[in-house]
Each structure stands twice: as C-alpha cells, then as structure tokens.
C-alpha cells in the first residue's frame, strides 16, 4: 500500500482521499464499517463527515489511541455480520482475500453499497509483479494469484493467507454484477492496477 512518504506518495494519498471523500458524499451521513481499516485515516475521514463509524480490523495493533469517535473493533473481516450499516468501506483489503472470500464478503454485503479500493489484474506495470501468477480461472473468474509476504516477518494486509485473488477488471465488474451491484469506477486511477470503485446495489426491475 502507498504511504505518504515522498512527492509521488504524497499525491497517491491526496487523490485516494479525493476518491473516497466524493464517494461517501454521495450518501446521507448514516452509519459506516471500515473493513481492514489498518490505521483508520479513511474511518476517521468519514467520522469528519459526521458519519458513525465502526472499524475492524484483524490485528488492531495500528489504531489510534486518542480518537473517541470511532468505534475501533478487533476482528476478521471473513466473520463480522455486516447488516445494519448504511456504507461499506474496503479500502486496501479486498485483494488480500482468496476468492472465496471475496465472494462470501460480497454475498453478505449484497444490498449494501461498497466503496472499494482494489488492485486488479490487467497489463499494466506493477512492483508486485514477481509475486503474480499468470492468468488463472476459479469458478468462472479469470485473475492472477498474488503470493502474500511471509507473515512471520512482515506485516502484511492479509491475514492467514498465503495467496490473494486479483481478478481483472471484467471480472470484478462480474463478480459485483452477480452480488447485485452496479459499478463506477474513478479516473484517473491512482496507480496502474488499483483505483476506486463505487458498488450501488441494482435497482430492481
């Protein structure tokens, strides 16, 4: 994940800020979960906005120690009971999970709108390229396997496993589709596989 260290840092930081600020500012101000919220700079952004905001996160050991407003939860994300929030933030998190678990948190979010932040697979340059795979499909989604670091010696966003699924792009948009969302997606993307993308529950008929 970017930091906010250096120019090109710097920048990253302020558009994902820009891209989650006029995502949320599409909603009126409700309750909101922040799923693998890490440092919880976007939960406290949303707590700014006047938002009611619970965080989890399953290490918790990044929270901060002085901030009241925010609910801060210890917790997997592949168990927490999601009904009862008016938005879902998955900032940074969705391509640490297997496929499965992508699909499962999908299926008990379905209804709720999801602003998330996530890498996919396409054919532009990325750091990480040595830990992708080439093209894979399970269960009708094609995408690349990222090989998580060793978490006995990093800190890594994913959290007992040892391999992610970055689907492509088509892909997430159909794995979304088939969970009842529509997509938008922000440009320009803030680094060459990874941008916002803003779910919104299909409106039926």
């Given at each position: 994940m970017a930091t906010a260290q250096g120019g090109a840092d710097e920048s990253t930081r302020s558009l994902r800020f820009?891209?989650?600020n006029q995502m949320l500012g599409r909603f009126p101000v409700g309750s909101l979960i922040d799923l693998g919220s890490g440092h919880g700079m976007f939960a406290r952004a949303a707590a700014d906005a006047g938002?009611?905001?619970t965080a989890l996160d399953a290490r918790g050991d990044r929270y901060p120690d002085d901030e009241p407003r925010v609910e801060?939860?210890?917790g997997d994300v592949r168990d927490v009971d999601l009904r009862g929030f008016d938005v879902i933030a998955c900032l940074g998190l969705f391509y640490h999970l297997t496929l499965d678990d992508q699909l499962d948190l999908l299926a008990r979010a379905s209804g709720t709108p999801?602003?998330?932040d996530t890498h996919v697979a396409n054919d532009r340059p990325v750091p990480m390229k040595r830990s992708l795979s080439e093209l894979v499909t399970l269960q009708g989604y094609t995408g690349k396997l990222y090989r998580e670091?060793?978490?006995?010696t990093n800190s890594p966003a994913s959290f007992g496993n040892d391999h992610s699924f970055w689907p492509r792009t088509r892909?997430?948009?159909m794995m979304l589709g088939a969970h009842g969302y529509d997509v938008l997606t922000a440009t320009p993307w803030y680094l060459p596989s990874r941008t916002f993308f803003l779910c919104l529950p299909q409106l039926d008929g």
């Open positions: 820009t891209w989650f938002w009611r905001v801060w939860k210890v999801i602003i998330l670091p060793d978490q006995a892909d997430l948009y």
